[in-house]
């Protein structure tokens, strides 16, 4: 099989010596065997070439990765001193001189994100006032780039887990009992259309005719905050409610206040958009982002890489009896991006849907697994829930065995054990977020090493600096046109 | 007066003085959750309608700065695309803002980075946003939105007036380094007492090297003033000096008590026989382990200025007296 590339031709790569030693970063790819031409190029390490009025620079997020960036360019990292003050504000010392140059700052919004985003934003900062020509942020995990409706989804599991008095908190604003994880399984929170159709056994105020031996009679003031609520947009099974302990005594006259009002969870898109490019941003380069319609809130260049073409490459090589493998997108919102893939390797495609017609909302399988093998594709790996819960669902419909190629592997909480305790059999991620913890922590929970495998993405990240620090055509990156035998 | 309109939310950095504030004027602190995904990113839920209200948002940069900030300006992003009539960052202890004192010898681009930082928060912000904060602060000029800048200065005033045994005869004000000069004669002039100050050589930054005393302190009790105590190493240096040269007394005043790594512990051990620190920081545990620390309310400042700001009228009152 030959990948053949839109672009009119090939470029040719650095300037390649005939060695053929992979990355040291890497070791989760086999030296190719000359199949991959183009390709190769990025996986070879070049001998030595000086890059005019280029600077790498590094955040204290992902140093192994701007090592791995600047190898492939073959420079050093730019010179800068991160450390924080003992108040806890972050210092920043760029140490070379960075005037005239093009730099590229590397920084990953992984770990502690509000750190590494300060550190970036005066990273940046310094930059600017130090003349420096222009300058280009390199995210591969975009912060904040999820944007949640609520601090809950709607299924009741937490994006977080929340310590007990936010909760109370929580309750009391909205006058409801929140599915607190602990408490309540997700699977049994009931959902809002069936709350709407009965309100009476969800509702107190409701008790009236349905219910036997409570005889509140359904007052005036209930009525109409009932039409009020079946009026409302219903988001989430909480803001049905229409009266509250809370009632409206606290503040007074505040009618606006209390829980008829919508809870809602601040969405800070244009915020980071808005402080990268006021810190003096002049580009952006990231992988994978969550919502591509996220480079609409920048007014300057976004380039959204794709980690694809080193997934295709991972599944061919690695994945034994791929072609009659099927791949899997663990829930809607992926679709699209599993298709992509199915296409372009010409697989079969299958969906894990959660089917809300009924009562309690089950995830279902549209598709046919039945003894294959699987790759689940995701752009993210967070607490892995969506993951082990599609896994289940697979090998439930008989799949023989389940890998998951996810993008950004940041295994936050207990994520390791919920992938260790589901049947997925590898994790591969890729190196966007540091994996080096990760791998050891899966390797001791599980006994197997390899239960986590890592592809670099340091090649295609390395490709797009240098081309766009030549001023060459990016594109060569995303249009990538298999011709499958 | 419509105080129903005012809204104060209040983020991780120091509930306890936003409730005293809230308390002050008579309300309830607004309901937001504000906390963190399992990822570390944070997460701003906010439980009321903001629309057409005057919201000041308190948050202190203190304890861990760089949350704290992400925290604050997400509640404001959050309130500006949530139709707030004008949204106000109330700030006790302005962050970063100590990097400007930097020398320029080194790391270029750090010693002015702090200022075009500030300035681009703000930016954020749009310009809706006023920075309110006591002592320590940017210049004026960086912001382009009216920035007001309390001083603690009266409430400093008062403390000495009303704990400093025999303070109109026996007491000496002194600042621990020439560039606290200004600030030090403001407050002796207001007393009318004698001033003193204290030269320091410093070779790096949070280490002092060698002090020489300008004044004479004989017999009287040295009142040490100063804007931030973070080590205290300089604190507590100058008091033993003073000691050296016959105070009977020390004392220290400092608008913004950080004390960060071993200075509670420097406190304990120095000459020093209070140090007093305004409640901008929060230091509740601080003081079982320093019987020494003692604290001074700001709260009613900044619930005064939060009420004129509101009402329109003048906060300049404030600079010269401190709320009872």
Same mark, same amino acid.
């Given at each position: ?18 060695? #053929? ?40 997020? #992902? ?17 800068? /001193? ?70 809950? /989804? ?112 601040? /969405? ?62 663990? +829930? ?35 598709? *046919? ?9 995701? +752009? ?22 389940? %890998? ?20 997925? +059999? ?42 766009? #620090? ?16 | ?149 309390? %001083? ?6 008062? %403390?000495?007036? +009303? ?35 204290? #030269? ?39 008091? /033993? ?69 509101? *009402? ?13």
């Amino acid at each position: 099989m030959v990948w053949l590339f839109a672009a009119a031709s090939a470029p040719p790569p650095l300037a390649c010596s005939s060695r #053929h030693d992979p990355t040291p970063t890497t070791d989760a790819f086999a030296t190719p065997n000359g199949c991959f031409h183009a390709l190769d190029a990025l996986t070879t390490t070049p001998t030595p070439t000086t890059m005019r009025d280029l600077v790498v620079l590094g955040g204290s997020s #992902h140093p192994e990765l701007t090592r791995a960036i600047c190898e492939r360019l073959a420079i050093s990292p730019g010179h800068v /001193k991160l450390t924080k003050f003992s108040n806890r504000e972050t210092n920043v010392e760029v140490i070379e001189s960075v005037r005239g140059m093009d730099v590229y700052i590397v920084q990953s919004g992984c770990g502690s994100v509000n750190d590494n985003l300060m550190e970036l934003l005066i990273m940046i900062s310094a930059c600017k006032i130090a003349s420096a020509r222009k300058i280009t942020a390199v995210l591969p995990l975009f912060p904040y780039s999820r944007q949640p409706d609520g601090p809950y /989804k709607r299924n009741g599991m937490p994006l977080n887990r929340l310590s007990d008095e936010a909760c109370q908190k929580l309750a009391d604003m909205q006058g409801m009992p929140f599915p607190h994880v602990t408490s309540q399984p997700a699977s049994r929170s009931p959902s809002p259309t069936k709350m709407l159709e009965h309100p009476e056994r969800y509702n107190s105020v409701y008790d009236g005719e349905a219910k036997v031996g409570a005889p509140t009679p359904v007052s005036g003031v209930a009525r109409l905050q009932k039409i009020q609520a079946d009026h409302q947009i219903v988001r989430s099974p909480r803001s049905t409610s229409p009266v509250s302990a809370y009632g409206g005594s606290v503040n007074g006259g505040q009618g606006k206040a209390g829980a008829q009002y919508k809870l809602w969870t601040a /969405k800070p898109g244009t915020l980071i958009a808005d402080m990268l490019v006021a810190a003096g941003a002049h580009h952006i380069i990231t992988m994978d982002m969550h919502h591509p319609q996220f480079q609409g809130f920048f007014d300057i260049p976004v380039d959204n890489l794709n980690s694809y073409p080193l997934m295709y490459k991972y599944i061919v090589e690695k994945i034994p009896d791929w072609k009659n493998a099927v791949i899997v997108s663990p +829930d809607a919102g992926g679709a699209k991006r599993a298709t992509a893939i199915a296409d372009a390797l010409n697989m079969n495609f299958a969906l894990i849907h959660k089917d809300r017609r009924h009562a309690t909302s089950t995830l279902t399988l549209v598709g *046919n697994v039945k003894d294959r093998v699987v790759i689940m594709i995701d +752009d993210i790996a967070d607490t892995c829930h969506t993951l082990a819960r599609a896994a289940h669902v697979l090998t439930r419909n008989g799949a023989a065995k389940v %890998y998951a190629l996810v993008t950004h592997g940041i295994m936050s909480g207990d994520a390791i054990d919920r992938l260790v305790r589901s049947p997925i +059999d590898t994790l591969i991620v890729s190196n966007t977020v540091p994996q080096v913890e990760h791998v050891k922590a899966a390797a001791t929970a599980c006994g197997r090493a390899d239960k986590i495998k890592v592809f670099d993405v340091a090649p295609i990240l390395a490709e797009a600096v240098r081309r766009i #620090h030549n001023g060459e055509s990016v594109s060569f990156l995303f249009d990538i046109v298999p011709i499958v035998n | 007066m419509s105080t129903n309109s005012i809204k104060i939310f209040s983020g991780n950095a120091h509930p306890d003085l936003a409730y005293l504030i809230a308390r002050r004027l008579g309300l309830d602190l607004g309901k937001v959750v504000v906390s963190k995904y399992s990822n570390q990113e944070t997460s701003v839920t906010i439980g009321e309608s903001v629309r057409d209200e005057d919201v000041f948002l308190v948050q202190s940069g203190c304890g861990e700065i760089n949350d704290n900030l992400m925290e604050l300006l997400i509640m404001i992003n959050a309130c500006k695309t949530a139709s707030a009539r004008r949204i106000t960052a109330v700030m006790p202890c302005f962050p970063y803002a100590r990097q400007d004192k930097k020398d320029n010898s080194q790391g270029r681009a750090a010693a002015r980075l702090s200022t075009m930082r500030v300035s681009l928060w703000v930016r954020v912000g749009h310009d809706h946003v006023v920075a309110v904060q006591l002592g320590l602060a940017p210049h004026p000029g960086v912001f382009n939105i009216p920035v007001d800048n309390l %001083y603690a200065e009266p409430s400093v005033l008062k %403390y000495i007036r +009303d704990h400093v045994p025999n303070w109109a005869t026996d007491s000496v004000i002194v600042s621990p380094d020439a560039g606290g000069a200004k600030r030090a004669t403001s407050i002796a002039d207001r007393l009318g007492i004698d001033f003193a100050i204290i #030269h320091k050589e410093r070779k790096k930054a949070n280490e002092v090297s060698r002090m020489v005393l300008v004044g004479d302190v004989k017999g009287k009790a040295a009142i040490l003033v100063d804007d931030m105590a973070d080590t205290c190493g300089t604190l507590c240096l100058a008091a /033993k000096t003073l000691v050296d040269h016959g105070a009977s007394a020390v004392y220290a005043i400092v608008t913004h008590g950080i004390l960060s790594g071993k200075a509670l512990q420097a406190i304990n051990d120095s000459p020093l026989t209070q140090v007093v620190v305004t409640n901008t920081i929060p230091h509740d545990e601080k003081k079982v382990k320093c019987p020494k620390l003692a604290t001074i309310d700001i709260s009613a400042t900044l619930a005064e200025a939060i009420r004129r700001t509101h *009402n329109g009228e003048s906060v300049s009152y404030l600079f010269t007296h401190a709320p009872e």
